[in-house]
């Protein structure tokens, strides 16, 4: 129905999702592989809660989420990773530039270690509570190939000034 709709690329695993319908891991590759049927690109998204990331857990959270998650046959072509932690979306509050950084690297690791080529080559998007303020500083960390945009996507001036902070 989205891809008749003229959808290209379709989100799945937003936190919304995973916590207030159920959707676990197995559920969610199942549905980036139905995704793939439609002949769309899958954006899965992870990200850890405010809990966990208090308990210290993110990088344990984000390496289950990855595996459980990602179906196998992800490709660069086929399949982008958002990371959104859960904490941020919606919030105004951001992680530091230096924890994007780091946790990026992590989740770059990961799809190298198990897509090879096509790991290093996919996106990863960072999500939750990107506005035109921290756009552009978000944007050139590394490892950061893109923005998922919520509450900021509806007010055209401040979408448009995301957008010119991209790459
Ligand atoms: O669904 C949207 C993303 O979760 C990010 O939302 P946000 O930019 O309003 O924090």
Redesign the pocket.
Known sequence: MLADAGATAIIVG??ERRADHGEGDALIRQKAEAVWRAGATAIVCIGETQAQRDAGQTLDILRGQLAGSLPEGSTAANLIVAY?PVW????GLTPTAKDVEQIHGFIREVLTSRFKTDGAKMRILY????KPSNAAELMAVKNVNGA?????SLKAADFLAIAKGCP
């Not at 941020?88 to 919030?91: D, P, S």
């Not at 998922?148 to 900021?152: D, E, S």
């Open positions: 937003h936190s959104e941020a979306i919606g919030t999500g939750g509570s990107v998922l945009v919520g509450g900021a």
